[in-house]
């Protein structure tokens, strides 16, 4: 498929484990964001790439969290000492421009027990 | 930085009738906005957007207008069906690329 691929879907941890989520976007999209998405909210913003580097990482909550995308393609998102608030649905996005439509993957459910 | 607001949260129309979700954005450098339609445990899809040398654009039963001056924009669906249940987002962002997503409005179609 062409669309923007997450993995895994679903992840149960416990509380203070490592969790790294991965999004690989479609082909030759540039641009790719992390969104955080709670039951009943809209997606927050995480952090967004343009190319290899961060763009604007000012949505991070705190400095557990940590994301690459070191080729320009496969992003990960690494969490570590995950908290129970940490649960919710990551989302990643890709754009062929960074004011372009974003298309949005299927989103890793993040539970932490 | 940019914050959007969003309502109502949940709206119930009859079948047949139209639905209006408003957005409130608070950067004056933000120039496009798209709306996405989120169904039931799905991905975020974009049904129509609009950038800031616009003040309208429509597509079908879907409309999108925006007030610069103001800083809102709304989305306008009329001859509602069962099919558009389904929660809305509204979007804001600059030409630096970030987007800030509303929290949402909850439509539901009743036959």
């Known amino acids: 498929g062409a669309g923007v691929s997450q993995t895994p879907s679903n992840k149960v941890t416990e509380k203070g484990k490592y969790v790294e989520l991965r999004c690989d976007p479609i082909?030759?999209?540039?641009?790719l964001y992390w969104y955080r998405q709670s039951l009943g909210q809209g997606p927050e913003f995480l952090i967004y790439f343009q190319g290899t580097g961060a763009a604007d990482d000012s949505g991070l909550p705190n400095d557990r969290f940590f994301a690459v995308r070191p080729e320009g393609s496969v992003s990960t998102l690494k969490i570590q000492r995950t908290e129970r608030g940490d649960s919710a649905v990551y989302l990643c996005?890709?754009?062929?421009?960074?004011?372009?439509?974003?298309?949005f993957g299927e989103g890793s459910r993040l539970t932490v027990l | 930085g940019e914050n959007v607001e969003q309502h109502p949260s949940t709206l119930s129309v009859q079948e047949g009738d139209s639905a209006v979700i408003k957005c409130t954005y608070s950067?004056?450098?933000?120039?496009?906005f798209p709306w996405y339609k989120q169904e039931l445990g799905k991905r975020p899809q974009l049904i129509i957007d609009?950038?800031?040398?616009?003040g309208e654009k429509k597509d079908q039963r879907i409309a999108v207008t925006l007030n610069k001056t103001a800083k809102h924009f709304s989305l306008h669906i009329t001859e509602t069906q069962p099919e558009d249940s389904a929660v809305y987002f509204c979007a804001a962002t600059d030409s630096w690329g970030k987007f800030q997503f509303g929290a949402g409005t909850q439509v539901v179609v009743t036959p």
């Open positions: 082909s030759g999209h540039t641009a």
């Open positions: 609009i950038r800031s040398n616009v």
């Open positions: 950067d004056s450098a933000s120039n496009y």
């Open positions: 996005a890709s754009s062929l421009a960074i004011t372009g439509e974003l298309f």
